[in-house]
Each structure stands twice: as structure tokens, then as C-alpha cells.
């Protein structure tokens, strides 16, 4: 083993490489190992686990990682950088530089924007301006209907070509049965995902917050759990009729969570996302009409709250995403009836989850590093996600040990609507790099 470590480590010595060294690994037993990774030409040359370990070659640039947790960069398959048409909210550049800071290295983004990504122009577009921002990949979702409005399919075959991953009309729901069983057969026609925000709009009219105890106490309207569940339901009887990948966006109700788990039991392709928030906040934390705590879905009750832990964990729930949605201050002082739903998630997402799951024992490391990587490349076919040699080099190195309170005005992102403002966390990513490239570190920002 150890010699065969050496000899690949010697097979690439014309190459100058970059070493990460002294790095904390996960190794195939999930454990944290001393180990080093080398990179070049973009590329993932070699991973090595101690103890003892091949000496980078004469040249090579080294980084000493001093012990701190190196994984493959986090992935985001559901967020909106706002551009174009909302660049006061955020841009493609800074949202792409949050998510640099935020360890993550792949982002998806929806295509809720103005005009809507649904000609072949945006998404083009919106590539153009990922690539000069030049931070993290970029993979735009084109819309299902032509802006959104769920009265005409957009041209599925030309969105592809010019670069879409898949198709959702992110931040509403498709209403219509047929128009949304039109667009999976022709997902399915191309081997495409149909990806699905549901929300039945005849049960939540005008709702800013979830039913329950916070809703009555303010005499609010509330988000019923079956707005979400009725949509679930519908599609994965939909998904069995065409054989497309559906796949269901920020899952939040216990009754989505059954259905989603019956569909999986016999054999339907449907898989699932989950974000931070439903893990850690119930609609019983909100403290008051800040609508820094309002998003879409809404926070649920303390038993969907557990629902969506235990889904995570027996694999209903397929991976972890942040939803990553900014707002102004004005948009979100209007309060909570007024304010736009959303909150931003690439700074906190990492340190929170690890704070809220991994240091109480409740997951292992591995479990969570795994939803955020491997889990949604296995899912959407994405070469990246995976500690492997030939892998692009993207990566992120995390400081496991400091600790430090969620500061919202030290974001990147030009959205500071957060819930999470003075939460002390661990977790903290410290360096991220793109395809061998150094995106991010915290050195460069001081
Ligand atoms: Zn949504």
C-alpha cells in the first residue's frame, strides 16, 4: 500500500504539483486520518493516508493544512444568486463568492430571476458571468414553464444544449397536473431531472409562516403541511406514469416525508433535499415579527423538525442544500407579512450543521460531509464531490476547533438575512479551492 503510494507519487513527478499536507482525511472507514493530497493540472493526483506518507517532490508548492479536516468542496444543488434582474439582492459574483467562503465549490441556481431562465440567452448568460467571476462552479436549472407563470412549457431540447442541468420553476409551484406531466415526459425523453418546489397555491394564499402555535399567537395566516405534501403526492404518481428522475425540493412536512419514503420503497424514481434551517429551527423558535425567519417552506413544527432528521438519516432524504436566498435590508424590514420569503445559507450552513449534529454525537462526521458532497454528485451525475485520484481538485479545508458567533455584516453575500445572527459555531471552512485553484482562504480575506 505504502509503496504503491510512492510509486504514484513518483509516476507524477514532472508535473508540478501542489500539496496539501499535515491534512486531517476522512479515509473509507470514515475516519479521521493524517494524511496529503496532491493536485495537478487541476486534477486530484493522489490522495495518501498515514501514518507514513510519500515526500512531495522537489518544487512542488506546499500547504500546510496543521492538522485541519480537508474534504472535497461542499455542494449546493438549490440556490438563487438573483442575477439577473435582482443584482441589489445579489449578483452571480458575490453570491459565487459566498459560497467560496461557505466551503462550497459547486452551486446550482434557480431560475427565478428577471426575466426568468428560461431561454437559452440567460442560461448562457448566466454561465458567461460565473466564469468571470471565476469562484465557484456554476450549474443554472432552467424553468419549466416560460416565466414561471405555468402556461407553456419552455424548449427543454434547446436548455440543455446551452448548458441547463434540469428543470424547476423554483419559488412556485407548477399548479397544473397535465403541464407538469407534459414536462416530465419530456424531461425523462431527454434523461433530464425534473425538480419540483411544491406548494399548492389554492391552500397557502397570503400565509407568511407555517400553522401552529406562532401563526395563532399573532393571528397570522398559516402554511398548511399538506400545501407541500398534496404537491409531493401528486408528482411522484406523476414521476411512476413518466419514469422521470423527480426530484423534491427543501422537504419540510412529515407527510411529504411518508409519501417520499413509500415512493423510494417501491422503486419510483424520486429523490429529496433538505436544508439546514428544517433540520435545527421549528415555527416554536421564532421570536418574535423579525422576518429574518421567514422563509418558503415555512418553519414547521418540532415533529416535522424530527421527521426530517430521521429521513436524513434512513436515506429518504437524500441530500443536504441551503435554499441560499437573499434579501435587502428594506425587502426584509417591510416585516413578517410584507417581507419576501428567504434566508441566506452559504456562510452558516457548514458550522452550523456540524455544531448543531456532529459535536453532540448525534451524526458522524462522515454522515454529514457525505450529504453535502458525494451524496448530490451520486445523485445528479457530477464528476466532482469525491477524495479520489482524477476527481477535479475542488476542496475545502475546515477548522474543526474554533470557535466562533455567526456575525451577519461579515458576509460576503449582500444578503445578511439571517436567523442565526450570535449562534456560537465550530465548523468553520478556512480555505477552498477550484478545480486546484485557491478561490478562497481566510488568510487572503484579513
Ligand atoms: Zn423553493
Not at 426584509?332 to 410584507?338: D, E, R, V, Y
Request: with cysteine; proline share 6%; hydrophobic share 40%.
Amino acid at each position: 500500500m505504502i509503496e504503491d503510494q510512492r510509486l504514484e507519487a513518483e509516476e507524477s513527478k514532472h508535473m508540478t504539483s501542489q500539496w496539501i499536507i499535515n491534512a486531517s482525511l476522512l479515509n473509507e472507514q470514515g475516519e479521521q486520518v493524517n494524511g496529503a493530497v496532491q493536485i495537478a493540472e487541476g486534477k486530484i493526483q493522489g490522495v495518501y493516508y498515514g501514518p507514513e506518507l510519500p515526500n512531495p517532490e522537489q518544487g512542488a508548492k506546499i500547504v500546510d493544512a496543521g492538522g485541519k479536516l480537508v474534504i472535497p468542496g461542499l455542494i449546493d444543488m438549490h440556490v438563487h444568486l438573483r442575477e439577473p434582474g435582482f443584482e441589489h439582492k445579489e449578483t452571480i459574483e458575490t453570491g459565487s463568492r459566498s459560497a467560496v467562503k461557505g466551503g462550497f465549490t459547486t452551486i446550482v441556481c434557480m431560475p427565478n430571476t428577471r426575466p426568468v431562465t428560461d431561454s437559452p440567452e440567460i442560461v448562457q448568460l448566466v454561465l458567461s458571468k460565473a466564469k468571470d467571476a471565476g469562484l465557484a462552479k456554476v450549474l443554472p436549472y432552467a424553468a419549466i414553464t416560460k416565466g414561471e407563470l405555468g402556461r407553456e412549457l419552455t424548449d427543454f431540447e434547446a436548455l440543455r444544449q446551452s448548458g441547463a442541468i434540469g428543470f424547476t420553476d423554483d419559488g412556485v409551484g407548477v399548479q397544473s397536473a397535465q403541464m407538469m406531466k407534459d414536462a416530465m415526459f419530456r424531461a425523462q425523453a431527454l434523461d433530464m431531472p425534473v425538480i419540483a418546489h411544491c406548494e399548492d397555491n389554492t391552500l397557502v394564499e397570503g400565509a407568511p409562516v407555517a400553522e401552529g402555535s406562532f401563526a395563532t399567537k399573532h393571528g397570522l395566516k398559516g402554511i398548511p403541511n399538506e400545501s407541500e405534501a398534496i404537491h409531493v403526492g401528486r408528482d411522484i404518481l406523476l414521476a411512476e406514469a413518466t419514469g422521470v428522475h423527480y426530484h423534491v425540493c427543501h422537504v419540510s412536512t412529515e407527510q411529504s416525508i411518508r409519501l417520499i419514503r413509500q415512493a423510494k420503497e417501491i422503486g419510483i424514481r424520486v429523490t429529496a433535499e433538505v436544508c439546514p434551517h428544517h433540520l435545527i429551527l421549528s415555527e416554536e423558535d421564532i421570536p418574535g415579527m423579525d422576518a429574518n425567519w421567514k422563509m418558503n417552506p415555512p418553519l414547521r413544527s418540532p415533529r416535522d423538525v424530527q421527521a426530517c432528521i430521521e429521513a436524513l438519516i434512513d436515506g429518504t432524504i437524500d441530500m443536504i442544500v441551503t435554499d441560499h436566498a437573499p434579501h435587502s435590508a428594506e425587502e426584509k424590514a417591510k416585516g413578517m407579512q410584507l417581507a419576501p420569503f428567504g434566508i441566506v445559507g452559504f456562510e452558516t450552513a457548514f458550522p452550523l450543521l456540524y455544531t448543531r449534529f456532529v459535536e453532540t454525537g448525534l451524526w458522524t462526521l462522515e454522515f454529514l460531509v457525505q450529504k453535502m458532497t458525494k451524496a448530490p454528485a451520486e445523485v445528479f451525475r457530477l464528476e466532482t464531490g469525491r477524495l479520489v485520484k482524477g476527481a477535479p481538485a475542488d476542496l475545502t479545508m475546515i477548522d474543526l476547533e474554533q470557535e466562533q458567533a455567526v456575525d451577519p455584516e461579515t458576509f460576503v453575500s449582500k444578503g445578511h438575512n439571517t436567523p442565526f445572527g450570535g449562534w456560537k459555531l465550530k465548523g468553520w471552512p478556512v480555505a477552498t479551492w477550484v478545480d486546484g485553484q485557491i478561490v478562497w482562504s481566510v488568510k487572503t480575506e484579513q
